[in-house]
């Protein structure tokens, strides 16, 4: 019997242990056996309603040559016996040879027995798991998501109210709250249980801007801006630290830290200091289990920096220290910080740190550059964060994230030549980066190369193993806004995976250009004026902000609105002439 695992992770093993990874790396064929395993279970499914749901984009002769290409595989790869026809025209899984935790989940509670229920609800159901170029596959997958969710809160609640002693009582509430992700309303009643006094974790601090709450992972980490204290030189620090502590950690062991421009997301005015309950708010947000907080000090010419390790809850885990005689000793004082902070997190850890250290520049000038270039590159002032990033790989051409966002920078300003160069640098120093970042370099150099369907693929198993990965998702949805005309296929089915980085990042820009194109295209006025408004909010001096107004002009505007558009557009650079041209061309008809 073959061994189907989908809460909380996305596995496939034969009866003695072996893994069928060839499956599971096909996120569309692996959810169509999830979905006969689940929808199904003991019956079969016809193969018109699998078209509908997996190859919406085909006609009905090229929808059903994917599908018997994909029930050749699953066959290939699990068994002629597993996967089953009845007829000609309708498909299932054999009973008995097929076990799912997902159908054990339910069958558990239908006999009543929550807690062996529970027992197998380790996570929710393919948490960030994507099926591309199939929305209604990823709305089931959504619902089925959601209506798991609530069976096993309301056991877990059930099994708290009903608890005999305290330590069961505890126990469950607190497994209520970790299925809840502190997302809702009945989270008081248990938290009330744990600990009379305690804050809701749900509660949020006023200035927080809004964001989706992710589910609990306890191998998740996020990094808070510190606190800087000292002359001007040192104000890039307070984000910086984010970058600096967050490539030093990432990697270790298990350990995985949230992307610093999420976090950085959550900034709303420079040098604003992070407390314990912004930090609990970014960490609910992002799903991580944990989040450091600390400062940076200058006395007489020496930094002083303590950093302190939260659990979600606000709980301090741990506090460390480091020393520094001044700017020049930076790396050493970041290194010390992160060695201390995994050795608090798990013995040994620190062993790693002599791998760690290399996935950074050594070069302070060149770390200076590289800051100065990401927040440009965040405003989406492309150019100005091409310059930053080439001043960083001068400084250290051995520095691989400097070659890669100068890559992207160029590519946004359609210097496609130079970005080729700029990739293939970062492609050599792909070794020394952690796992997540080799594989946004792999997938990048794919895309910048013209292989647009590998890039597409790295991306979809990027988000897969990485649900929280902000750039993940945009660049994913970015390859299939580009590339899907050239296929065959629609523009629109970028959607789900930009809305995906949007809901991560409300104000990521390269997100609300590409939804606004598209909302242009498919003639919906109302999100169209509402995403060139948050756009222009978020950076009115843009390298997108005249092109963003302009096709909002010609597709929803007067005429008059229209002609000063078009002399505002004779004193601009040829690349914003050339981009408005074509988006006003492509998406607004004019």
């Not at 997540?436 to 150099?445: G, S, V």
Request: aromatic residues 6%; negative net charge.
């Amino acid at each position: 019997m073959l061994e189907l695992r989908t809460l909380g992770v996305a596995d496939l093993r034969t009866r003695d242990g072996a893994e069928l990874t060839a499956v599971v790396q096909q996120p569309k064929r692996f959810a169509l056996l999830a979905y006969l395993a689940i929808a199904a279970p003991s019956r079969f499914v016809r193969r018109d309603t699998l078209l509908g749901l997996f190859w919406p984009e085909l006609d009905a002769e090229h929808a059903r040559s994917a599908l018997r290409r994909s029930l050749y595989f699953l066959r290939h790869s699990v068994g002629d016996e597993v996967v089953v026809g009845h007829g000609g025209e309708e498909v299932g899984t054999a009973p008995g040879l097929l076990w799912c935790d997902a159908v054990a989940f339910r069958d558990a509670l239908a006999a009543r027995n929550p807690a062996a229920a529970l027992e197998l609800y380790r996570g929710h159901l393919l948490e960030g798991f994507y099926v591309a170029g199939a929305p209604q596959a990823e709305d089931w997958l959504d619902r089925e998501r959601v209506r798991l969710k609530e069976l096993a809160l309301d056991a877990a609640r059930t099994l708290a109210r009903k608890a005999p002693d305290t330590e069961s009582r505890i126990r469950w509430a607190r497994r209520a709250v970790d299925v809840s992700g502190g997302d809702s309303e009945g989270d008081e009643e248990m938290l009330a249980l744990l600990a009379p006094k305690r804050t809701p974790v749900s509660s949020r601090p006023a200035a927080a801007p809004p964001g989706p709450a992710a589910p609990s992972d306890p191998d998740l980490l996020a990094i808070c801006p510190f606190t800087v204290r000292g002359g001007p030189g040192l104000a890039f620090l307070s984000e910086g630290i984010v970058d600096l502590l967050a490539t030093k950690l990432d990697g270790a062991g298990s350990l995985r830290v949230v992307e610093p421009r999420l976090v950085l997301s959550g900034v709303t005015n420079a040098g604003e200091v992070w407390t314990v309950a912004r930090g609990r708010w970014m960490a609910e947000r992002a799903g991580a289990s944990a989040f450091v907080l600390g400062s940076v000090v200058e006395l007489a010419g020496r930094l002083e920096a303590s950093a302190a390790l939260h659990g979600s809850d606000g709980t301090v885990i741990a506090r460390v220290e480091g020393r520094a005689e001044g700017e020049s000793g930076l790396f050493e004082l970041v290194d010390e910080l992160a060695r201390r902070l995994l050795a608090a997190r798990h013995a040994g850890s620190s062993d790693r740190l002599a791998r760690l250290a290399a996935l950074t520049t050594e070069s302070i000038s060149a770390l200076k550059c590289w800051l100065e270039g990401e927040r440009a590159f965040r405003l989406a002032r492309h150019l100005e964060a091409a310059d930053a990033f080439q001043r960083a790989t001068d400084a250290d051409p051995s520095f691989g994230l400097a070659w890669y966002r100068l890559a992207a920078a160029l590519a946004a300003c359609a210097l496609i030549g130079p970005a080729r160069n700029a990739s293939a640098r970062a492609f050599e120093h792909r070794s020394r980066l952690s796992e997540h970042d080799r594989l946004l370099l792999e997938a990048q150099h794919a895309w910048i190369t013209g292989q647009s369907a590998e890039a597409e693929r790295h991306y979809a198993s990027l988000v897969t193993g990485w649900p929280e990965s902000l750039e993940g998702w945009f660049l994913l949805g970015d390859v299939q806004f580009h590339s899907n005309p050239y296929r065959g296929k629609r523009v629109g089915l970028a959607r789900p995976a930009l809305e995906r980085a949007l809901a991560l990042d409300p104000l990521h820009l390269g997100a609300l250009t590409q939804l606004a194109r598209i909302a242009a295209l498919e003639g919906r006025s109302e999100d169209l004026a509402a995403l060139v408004r948050r756009a222009l909010d978020a950076s009115p001096g843009g390298d997108q902000a005249l092109g963003l107004r302009a096709l909002a002009a010609f597709t929803l505007g007067t005429e008059a609105e229209q002609t000063a558009i078009t002399r505002e557009l004779a004193g601009a650079r040829g690349l914003t002439i050339a981009r408005t041209f074509s988006d006003v061309a492509l998406y607004s008809g004019n």
